[in-house]
């Protein structure tokens, strides 16, 4: 499928991409990871189709919308699936007075939920968008929140047809024999504040709606109005706030420091990598032990054994970070200190639970994985195909359970990674089984990430122990720098575009989150199956709606 655009310099890969698309590009656009092409927004559509059909770029990762002083933009952040590494992007830009752009949606699904988000905060139009509504505020809202002209002292006001009966006469179709069904937002197998809108036929699935935003806190203008030095690294904690505070860390902590050119000393990555694993198994266990509490009602067992074990990783990460979870942990270039005092009694605890765990993984595998009810419930439901999971971009385990063998970690190397020995767990069932059976298998990965890591610790000289590279005191990239940078996080890739204007803080901050592109999949998932298949369904996605609102 290849037209030859192949793994080359930046400046080669623009001319390759410019002869491919001929007149169709504008300009080119300079991305500090990315070649960048601009292009009419009439020929988005013809433009994608051509990169991902011919130049094999078929996964869009990311799309980011901003309001310029003469402009808006949106930007297509595309890569390929079998190497992350290649990566371009299509400016698309519209004029102030008439901010209408065509969608990308027919090229990429997941560009239906991306496109809206941009709508809604920053108030682009894409005029052939098959469903263009808000999507993180409600309906009434008035003014864009991310556009630069919005008034933030202009009172809100809800037109009295919001508090409507939702019972009323108005929701019955005399000609048809469905049910519409509320699925949360206050429901426990929502995983947070979701709202399902799920349309029944008898007991069968024909429609579903995720309804999201009811958590959402505007974190990018927050991060905007924040300084690069100091002042946003505390948020990542917040966005998946259950156990991936880390990794949510390193995920700015990459953009900064690519974009500020800062190099982070050895030691600092080895505690980094190790700090992220830790995480990782953290979020693995909670999602197996909320998942088995989901689909057959286990509490007192598996549920509160994965809390158990969570509990022992929380005890070492408050040790290495000083807190439970909002660890504001890691500084731009590098951590915020050593490892505990004394070194030797961090180690043992370690150990004992990497020692440990192989035969608490048996346990779970003998409740779990060889569990009747559990394989009823879950083999061979929540289907998705590999090819609509990409469509979808779908990433993490939710996409290593479909076969897709992509994670950042090996593919885009960064911190420690490609100096260990462990492997990228897949699994072809395509179903809520096999998302389990990766997050299982996954949790042993980390542990060999984490006895590696503690192995080269132990031996690290003392005199050599840097922990922070020389950052400036103030950092003030240059202008119109612009990045996009990410980290393989315990859901999947979670991505960080800024751009900066000179001063110390960015002009724009987008955070691309695992959770909200993959619960847009969920309807592809569900549809014809059964009202507990959907609810495995949403669990298996492993979703944390503080990530996915933002």
Known sequence: MSTGVEETSDVEREDQLEALLGDRVLARDEHLNAPGVVVNPGDVQDVLFTLRDEAGYDHCSCVTAQQYEDRYETIYHLKKFADPTDEVSVVVPTPLDAPVSQSAEPVYRTADWHEREAYDLVGIEYDDHPDLRRILLPETWQGHPLGGDYDQDKPQVVTLSEHANPLAPDHRDSEGDTMFLN??????????????????????????????????????????????????????????????????????????????????????????????????????????????????????????????????????????????????????????????????????????FLNELPSKVDEYNDLITTNEIFQLRCADTGILEPEVAKQYGCTGPVARGSGIDYDLRRDDPYGYYDELDWDVVTMDGCDNYSRVLVRMQEVEESAKIVEQCLDVLESWPEDERDIQANVPRTLKPDADAEIYRAVEAAKGELGIYMRSDGTDKPARFKIRSPCFSNLQALGEMTEGEYIPDLVASLGSLDIVLGEVDR
């Open 183 to 352: 699925v949360g937002p206050h429901h426990p197998a929502t995983h947070g504040v979701l709202h399902v809108k799920t349309v029944l036929d008898g007991e069968t699935v024909v429609d579903v709606d995720p309804d999201i935003g009811y958590l959402h806190r505007c974190e990018e203008q927050m991060c905007q109005q924040g300084t690069y030095r100091h002042q946003i690294m505390p948020y990542p904690d917040r966005w998946d706030y259950v156990s991936s505070g880390l990794l949510n860390e390193w995920a700015y902590a990459r953009a900064i420091e690519d974009m500020a050119d800062i190099e982070v000393p050895e030691y600092a990555q080895i505690i980094r990598t190790m700090g992220s694993e830790l995480c990782r198994i953290a979020s693995h266990m909670l999602a197996l032990g909320t998942f088995a509490l989901d689909v057959y009602g286990e509490f007192t067992a598996t549920f509160m054994y994965t809390f158990r074990d969570r509990e022992i990783i929380q005890d070492l990460l408050e040790d290495l970070t000083g807190q439970r979870m909002m660890f504001n942990y890691f500084r731009v270039g590098g951590v915020a200190w050593d490892l505990p005092e004394p070194r030797e009694e961090f180690f043992a605890q370690a150990r004992d």
